[in-house]
């Protein structure tokens, strides 16, 4: 089978590699249908993550081709949602709703053989990993499966995001970052109840339309001290209640912390990347920070009614699809923010 090789920094290459196959009797073989490429997965590809050579890909929907002997909640045919991680569901941090600290858990293309930009991926434990969008295991319909691909990660990163933060009713929110993931957070804070919603992210005309599409109120394209400024303008000096931190750069860290008001919190979901924390501006501040790696299996029944119903549509931060064939332009194209995120068409 085809699956998507990291190379080095800024390579990614198709490479035959051999056939998913099921090893163990808890896992099953998913043929995939759809993958995404993560932010994360950027930073492998500029040389910040996973040595090389290692698969890559995180987020993937399809169907599963066989089962385990031990697999009872899916069945060949079911078409299922597959988080970021993969996790047993059993053990005492999967029973506290945090699968991505599994302790028979891992992560794909690095503790698993298989990855999810590939035409398939043998799925350790399965009955903790897997979900099926429908009860009965059937293809939901073509307009909604971007969105439920989110729920592997993207849209269940956010939602963490503005979670974590504890947004109340008539709260203001400023998002930091204009990538998939500050989207997702946005979506997710106006779904919390969020009044007021500020993304600060780059220059590009583009994503400020997403953005307002996505429910903020106002876009700032300024970064550091000018945005934290601007913030300050628009709040009339109070400053957020919440900020959701969603690029993990040491700067966007910083300028969280200095737009967040007393008593307030960042929550962060962006993999962090040189960040140092001043420690004394939040004790006198009594800011709380918040946030880390998503468990995004425990979120997937959560949103899963709302996206069936379309009442979110978390799909649209897919800005343009490719093929599996096209793997490497879509790298080039996300690295070089041509396009938000990429959507792979697999099958």
């Not at 998507?4 to 249908?33: F, H, M, N, Q, W």
């Not at 004790?283 to 949103?303: C, D, E, Q």
Request: proline fraction near 4%; charged fraction near 20%.
């Amino acid at each position: 089978m085809k699956a998507t090789v990291y190379k080095g920094e800024r390579r990614v290459e198709l490479e035959e590699v051999p056939d998913a196959a099921i090893a163990k009797c808890s896992d099953a073989v998913v043929d995939i249908e759809y993958a995404g490429v993560c932010g994360s997965d950027l930073w492998t590809y500029r040389g910040q993550g996973a040595s090389a050579p290692s698969r890559i890909g995180h987020e993937f929907v399809g169907t599963v081709r066989e089962v385990g002997s031990e697999v009872s909640s899916v069945k060949p045919g079911d078409w299922v949602i597959v988080p970021f991680r993969y996790s047993d569901g059993v053990c005492r941090y999967c029973r506290k709703g945090l699968e991505t600290s599994c302790i028979h858990g891992g992560f794909w293309g690095r503790e698993s053989v298989d990855a999810g930009q590939g035409e398939a991926a043998c799925v350790p434990y399965a009955d903790g990993t897997l979900v099926k969008a429908l009860p009965d295991g059937s293809r939901p319909d073509e307009d909604v499966i971007a969105s439920l691909l989110t729920l592997s990660d993207v849209f269940t990163t956010g939602y963490h995001a503005a979670t974590c933060s504890r947004i109340r009713s008539g709260d203001t929110v400023v998002v930091v970052g204009d990538g998939a993931v500050g989207l997702c957070a946005i979506m997710a804070a106006r779904l919390l109840g969020a009044s007021h919603i500020i993304n600060a992210g780059g220059s590009h005309e583009d994503r400020h339309l997403l953005a307002k599409a996505c429910g903020a109120d106002e876009v700032i394209s300024t970064r550091g001290d000018d945005a934290v400024k601007a913030v300050e303008t628009l709040t009339s000096g109070h400053m957020s209640d919440e900020v959701l931190e969603c690029v993990g750069s040491a700067q966007s860290f910083s300028t969280a912390i200095s737009m967040c008001a007393p008593g307030g919190s960042v929550s962060y979901v962006g993999l962090p990347h040189g960040v140092e924390i001043d420690v004394k501006s939040l004790f006198y501040n009594n800011i709380t920070v918040t946030g880390g790696m998503s468990p995004a299996h425990h979120y997937i029944a959560r949103l899963l009614p709302q996206v069936l119903d379309r009442s979110i549509n978390p799909g649209l931060v897919y800005t343009k699809e490719y093929r599996l064939k096209d793997i490497a332009t879509a790298y080039e194209d996300m690295d070089n923010r041509r396009t938000i995120k990429p959507l792979i068409k697999v099958g």
